[in-house]
């Protein structure tokens, strides 16, 4: 089974700041990589496929990068509604998700 | 439109076997590449992937809970079945249903399930 290791656990950063979570699988799962935003009480929602392909109706600011076992999202400017969990998930072989990075206000 | 919606028991004791029904709506299962799955959240803990149907009826298990689970689906009715024997406490979530290929794309409410005597 593929293990999806998320860093940092909690992240503190200022509005319109940059933001940068990183996810590492304990080997390769191509670019077979997708991220999610979770807000309390609510499903999560798709932002990144394919390690770099936005999902449809997600901002520019959020942006992904990586293939094989390291990858990254980036969030370039925060707004107040991102400050959610943030979940990697691999589908290269079965499904797993990460254990989530808290994007906190600093 | 595509939505999906999550249905069953909020209460379970345990030993018992869980059903829960994905009924959904603007897509087809028997469109090629189509799957719907079914993902679990413990109360503040993180999301866990449980099983994964395909338009073609191939099943995909989590390794772990493979052996207590059951996914099935119905085209005609736009239903996928999620099964789960032998209930713990610690089964206790919010389960999701969502539209699959194979990232999750679209998700239902979810379903809160207790699992207590």
């Known amino acids: 089974e593929i293990v999806m290791t998320q860093s940092p656990a909690t992240l503190s950063v200022s509005p319109g700041e940059r933001a940068t979570l990183s996810c590492r699988a304990s080997q390769s799962v191509s670019s077979n990589l997708a991220w999610y935003q979770q807000k309390p009480g609510q499903a999560p929602r798709l932002l990144i496929y394919g390690a770099s392909t936005r999902a449809t109706g997600i901002p520019a600011r959020f942006s992904g990068s990586g293939s094989g076992t390291e990858f990254t999202l980036t969030i370039s400017s925060l707004q107040s509604e991102d400050f959610a969990v943030y979940y990697c998930q691999q589908y290269n072989n079965l499904i797993t998700f990460g254990q989530g990075t808290r994007l906190e206000i600093k | 439109q595509i939505t999906l919606k999550e249905s069953g028991p909020t209460l379970v004791k345990p030993t018992q076997t869980l059903t829960l029904t994905c009924t959904f709506s603007g897509f087809s299962l028997s469109t090629s590449g189509v799957g719907v799955g079914w993902i679990r959240q413990p109360p503040g803990k993180a999301l866990e992937w449980l099983a994964l149907i395909y338009w073609d009826d191939d099943k995909r298990y989590s390794p772990s809970l493979k052996s207590r689970l059951t996914i099935t689906k119905d085209t005609s009715k736009n239903q996928v079945v999620l099964t789960m024997t032998n209930m713990d406490p610690v089964d206790t979530a919010t389960y999701y249903c969502?539209?699959?290929?194979?990232?999750?794309?679209?998700w239902g409410q979810g379903t809160m399930v207790t699992v207590s005597s």
């Open positions: 969502a539209h699959s290929g194979p990232f999750f794309d679209i």
